[in-house]
C-alpha cells in the first residue's frame, strides 16, 4: 500500500470541498490500494459525517453511511432489498460496509485486480485480456469489445428493481439520478463506470413506494452458499391478483456490466397467468442481446432458469 494523508472530515460541506478519496466501511478500497490497484494520496473518512438514518414511512429512504446489516434486519425493508444484503457478503463484512460504498464498489474481474494485467477500466487503451482469457465469471450482457467485467453489487440489483434513485450532494448543491441510469456500460470509455462527478457524495437512497414489493425477493446463484459473488442473480416484485399477474419488476446480476433491468421480462408477465409456463415464457427473454464468451456460455440459460426459479418462489402459496 502506498503512502497517503488520512483527514476526517465531520460535515458534508467539509467532504465535498476536500479533494481525495471517500472512505466509508473500506471493505473495497482498503483491498484495492493494498493491491495498488487505487493509489489515492488523500483518503477521506466520511464516517463522521451525518449521513445515517432508515426512514420506512413513506417509502424508504437510507443514509449512505447506513451499514449493511442495519439495513438486512431494519422492519418495513422490503424483501428484495433485504435478501440481497443478506447474501451478499459474511456478516463481519454486511457489519462494516455502508450502503453507499456497495453501490459503489468496483468490478471482481481478476484482470482489473491484477496491476500486473492490462485492463481498459484501470488504464484506457491498454486492452481486454478478460474477452479471450478466464471469463467463466464475466458478464454477456451490457458488453463491448472493450470490456466484459460483471458489476459486483447484489442490492444494486434489487435497487434497480424498484426504481431505487440516489441523491448527490456536491459543492455546487444536490441531485437526485434514478439508479438504473446512474451506472454505464462500458462501450468505448469503460473507465467511466457510472455518473458520480468529481466531488459529489452519495447522500442517500431512495426507494420509492410500492405497496406490492412486499412480495418480492432476490435469488442468487453462486459456487459455493457463504461469501460468493454471483454467477446469476434475479431481483423479482410481483403483484398478483386472482391468480393473474397485474405487474411486476424484474432485474438480473452476475450477468451483465451494470445492475441489469429487464423491461421485456416485466411485460410479458403483466396479464398473464401466475403458471410455471407462463413464467418459463416471460423469463425466456431474458437473454436477448446476449454474447456468451468461451466460459460463460452457460449464463443465458441461468438466468432464464433463475428469474423462472424467483417467479416461482413468489407464488408457490398462491398455486398451492
Known amino acids: 500500500m502506498r503512502p497517503f494523508e488520512l483527514l476526517v472530515p465531520e460535515t458534508v460541506e467539509d467532504a465535498v470541498g476536500s479533494p481525495g478519496t ?3 466501511g473500506g471493505t473495497t478500497l482498503v483491498d484495492l490500494m493494498k493491491l495498488d490497484v487505487l493509489t489515492p494520496q488523500q483518503v477521506l473518512d466520511i464516517n463522521a459525517v451525518p449521513l445515517r438514518g432508515i426512514d420506512t414511512g413513506d417509502g424508504l429512504r437510507f443514509g449512505a453511511l447506513e451499514r449493511m446489516a442495519d439495513i438486512a434486519g431494519h422492519p418495513g425493508v422490503y424483501p428484495a432489498i433485504s435478501r440481497a444484503l443478506l447474501l451478499s457478503a459474511s456478516q463481519q463484512i454486511r457489519n462494516m460496509a455502508s450502503i453507499g460504498g456497495n453501490l459503489m464498489q468496483r468490478t471482481r474481474c481478476s484482470y482489473f485486480r491484477d496491476v500486473a494485467m492490462p485492463c481498459n477500466r484501470r488504464v484506457p487503451g491498454s486492452g481486454c485480456p478478460a474477452i479471450a482469457g478466464a471469463n467463466r ?3 454477456v450482457l451490457g458488453t463491448s469489445d472493450s470490456c466484459v467485467a460483471t ?6 440489483v434489487a435497487l434497480v428493481a424498484l426504481d431505487a434513485r440516489l441523491r448527490l450532494v456536491s459543492e455546487t448543491g444536490s441531485r437526485t439520478v434514478e439508479l438504473g441510469s446512474f451506472y454505464r456500460t462500458p462501450g468505448d470509455t469503460p473507465e467511466v463506470e457510472n455518473d458520480l462527478r468529481p466531488g459529489e457524495l452519495i447522500a442517500e437512497v431512495e426507494v420509492p413506494r410500492l405497496d406490492w ?3 418480492s425477493t432476490y435469488v442468487k446463484v453462486r459456487d459455493r452458499q457463504s461469501y460468493e459473488f454471483a454467477l446469476c442473480s434475479a431481483a423479482v416484485a410481483l403483484r398478483v391478483e386472482d391468480s393473474r399477474v397485474v405487474d411486476a419488476r424484474v432485474a438480473a446480476g ?4 451494470v445492475p441489469w433491468r429487464l423491461p421485456a421480462v416485466e411485460e410479458a408477465l403483466r396479464g398473464a397467468p401466475a403458471t410455471v ?3 418459463e415464457d416471460a423469463a425466456a427473454l431474458a437473454a436477448e442481446g446476449a454474447r456468451p464468451l468461451s466460459g460463460n456460455g452457460f ?8 428469474i423462472a426459479r424467483a417467479l416461482l418462489e413468489l407464488t408457490e402459496g398462491s398455486r398451492s
Open 277 to 279: 409456463a407462463a413464467f
Open 213 to 215: 414489493a412486499s412480495n
Open 299 to 306: 449464463k443465458p440459460s441461468l438466468l432464464r432458469r433463475t
Open 151 to 156: 458489476h459486483a453489487s447484489d442490492v444494486a
Open 137 to 139: 465469471m464475466h458478464a
Open 254 to 257: 452476475g450477468v451483465a456490466t
Open 22 to 24: 471517500f472512505l466509508a
